[in-house]
T-cell receptor
Framework: NAGVTQTPKFQVLKTGQSMTLQCAQD?????MSWYRQDPGMGLRLIHY???????DQGEVPNGYNVSRSTTEDFPLRLLSAAPSQTSVYFC??????????????FGPGTRLTVT | KNQVEQSPQSLIILEGKNCTLQ??????????LRWYKQDTGRGPVSLTI?????NTKSNGRYTATLDADTKQSSLHITASQLSDSASYIC???????????FGTGTRLQVFP
């Protein structure tokens, strides 16, 4: 099993550009989520999905879109990049939502810089 | 407001020594508490997950405790190794949500 994979590992964007961060998992997990990690702050939830075709907003959803057409993939789209979106982005997956105590598996992260 | 607070913010210890990291939370209704280890430049990796009824859980040299009455948890590292240098993150889940609440982490550095 590859676990949770993310691409790219690093990315530099100019303000106003758009891009998609890719996330895939091969564990047949229903629950997938995107977080951003900024210095001095805990990971913050951007969007999450409880299954294919179902997505919902997290704590900081503005400026990001997601879709979940398959169980395996959960891409995160930046619509018009802003310097405030400079961050490290982590994708995670688990069997079901965190309330039931299943382990969450995190990807290696994407370090995004917006200039 | 659901919050998770960790202390200390950073810690330096010598190889072979023990240390204890603290976590206080105000999440309600409580479902479970997790400790993660995050190496620099990598994603968090789960160490332990504890539910309301568990007050101690071990994973090798890592032992987590939970006091659901005082809403406190600790992570004890025994006989530290250089590879223990990382950030340790306390995370709490509420039972009425599909979301996790993350602490800001304790950065541990182990020196030879």
């Amino acid at each position: 099993n590859a676990g949770v994979t993310q691409t790219p590992k690093f990315q530099v964007l100019k303000t106003g550009q758009s891009m998609t961060l890719q996330c895939a998992q091969d564990m047949n997990h229903e629950y997938m989520s995107w977080y951003r990690q900024d210095p001095g702050m805990g990971l913050r939830l951007i969007h999450y999905s409880v299954g294919a075709g179902i997505t919902d907003q997290g704590e900081v959803p503005n400026g990001y879109n997601v879709s979940r057409s398959t169980t395996e993939d959960f891409p995160l789209r930046l619509l018009s990049a802003a310097p405030s979106q400079t961050s490290v982005y982590f994708c995670a997956s688990s069997h079901t939502g965190p309330g039931l105590g299943y382990e969450q598996y995190f990807g290696p992260g994407t370090r995004l810089t917006v200039t | 407001k659901n919050q998770v607070e960790q202390s200390p913010q950073s810690l330096i210890i010598l190889e072979g020594k023990n240390c204890t990291l603290q976590c206080n939370y105000t999440v309600s209704p409580f479902s479970n508490l997790r400790w993660y280890k995050q190496d620099t430049g990598r994603g968090p990796v789960s160490l332990t997950i504890m539910t309301f009824s568990e007050n101690t859980k071990s994973n090798g040299r890592y032992t987590a405790t939970l006091d659901a009455d005082t809403k406190q948890s600790s992570l004890h590292i025994t006989a530290s190794q250089l590879s223990d240098s990382a950030s340790y993150i306390c995370v709490v889940s509420a039972s009425n949500t599909d979301k996790l609440i993350f602490g800001t982490g304790t950065r541990l550095q182990v020196f030879p």
